[in-house]
């Protein structure tokens, strides 16, 4: 589905990301995990068409992202960026109903197909009630959803997610790794999710990259990627991984001990 081969994106002449290497299937969950600042952001960007490159390719089912124009981009990708702004005085569902935009032609209106196609997006994430409200009046938890069922009326064969749980209660956040699970299973949508949280990311995903400075520097299973000595060298803390009891899936949490050694060690080096 996506492919990316040696890419390199900078802003300016400040290079970000370098020697990317990466591939996406249909149907699979790829969680993007890393240190903040080490390009997680700027790559969806960059897989979206908003970011420009110069070194390498993204090529989407053989087409190269940069040579399909906007709204035909749109049709088989979707986005949730994090903190996007959202218009005032609109309600949720004229929201969402603007993921229907790519597939309309200039001043057409919203067929009764692109309504309901909205309001299933909706209900899938638990959002349909709040159609009536203003997007002001949502919290942010209540937001997010709102994008998301948005992004899910593109009807995307790609859909990426900048830190979509940031914002939500845990039920909320567990209820949005399902709903990922089952776009992928049921309708063979590929989702790449950037994730701060590791255990979720583990649980949920059935692949895990793992970046750091700008480069991935490890892609694999669940199991293969969250190894404590890679993920400390990462992140530059001390982690334990433990396995969970029924899944067996890793389990990553803070090592308070090591945290405080290397605390005093760093004190201790300050002149």
Same mark, same amino acid.
């Given at each position: 589905?996506?492919? !990316?081969? %040696? /890419? ?6 400040? $290079?970000?990301? &370098?020697? !990317?290497?990466?591939? *996406?299937?249909?149907? %699979? #969950? ?21 970011? *420009? ?8 089912d053989g087409d190269e992202v940069r040579e399909i124009s906007p709204a035909a981009l749109a049709r088989r990708i979707a986005v949730v960026a994090q903190g996007a702004p959202l218009p005032e005085r609109f309600t949720a569902f004229e929201l969402a109903l603007m993921g229907r935009t790519p597939h309309l032609r200039l001043l057409q209106s919203e067929s009764r197909r692109d309504v309901e196609t909205v309001r299933a997006a909706m209900l899938r994430t638990d959002c349909w009630q709040l159609r009536d409200r203003y997007v002001e009046e949502l919290s ?8 998301? *069922?948005?992004? /899910?009326?593109? %009807? $995307?064969?790609? /859909? ?11 039920? &909320? ?17 590929? +989702? !790449?999710?950037?994730? &701060?949280? #590791? ?8 692949? !895990?990259? /793992? ?16 190894? *404590? $000595? #890679? ?9 334990? +991984?433990?396995? &969970?009891? +029924? ?9 308070? %001990? ?12 300050? $002149?």
């Amino acid at each position: 589905m996506l492919e !990316i081969r %040696e /890419l390199s994106v900078g802003y300016g002449a400040r $290079p970000v990301l &370098h020697g !990317i290497d990466l591939r *996406a299937e249909r149907g %699979e #969950l790829l969680a993007l995990i890393g240190p903040n600042g080490c390009g997680k952001t700027t790559l969806l960007r960059a897989m979206s068409g908003v970011l *420009a490159y110069d070194d390498g390719s993204i090529a989407f089912d053989g087409d190269e992202v940069r040579e399909i124009s906007p709204a035909a981009l749109a049709r088989r990708i979707a986005v949730v960026a994090q903190g996007a702004p959202l218009p005032e005085r609109f309600t949720a569902f004229e929201l969402a109903l603007m993921g229907r935009t790519p597939h309309l032609r200039l001043l057409q209106s919203e067929s009764r197909r692109d309504v309901e196609t909205v309001r299933a997006a909706m209900l899938r994430t638990d959002c349909w009630q709040l159609r009536d409200r203003y997007v002001e009046e949502l919290s942010g938890g209540e937001r997010q959803r709102v994008v998301i *069922a948005r992004a /899910l009326a593109q %009807e $995307p064969q790609l /859909l990426l997610l900048d830190e979509p749980t940031s914002h939500l209660d845990i039920q &909320h956040q567990v209820t949005t790794f399902r709903l990922m699970l089952e776009l992928c299973r049921e309708d063979r949508i590929g +989702v !790449i999710a950037v994730v &701060h949280d #590791l255990t979720l990311a583990s649980m949920f995903a059935d692949r !895990i990259a /793992l970046m750091s400075d700008g480069g991935v520097v490890a892609d694999g299973a669940p199991g293969d990627v969250m190894q *404590a $000595p #890679l993920l400390e060298r990462v992140y530059g803390m001390g982690l334990r +991984v433990f396995a &969970h009891p +029924v899944s067996g899936r890793p389990i990553v949490v803070p090592e308070p %001990e090591a945290n405080e050694i290397r605390r005093e060690e760093a004190a201790e080096a300050l $002149p």
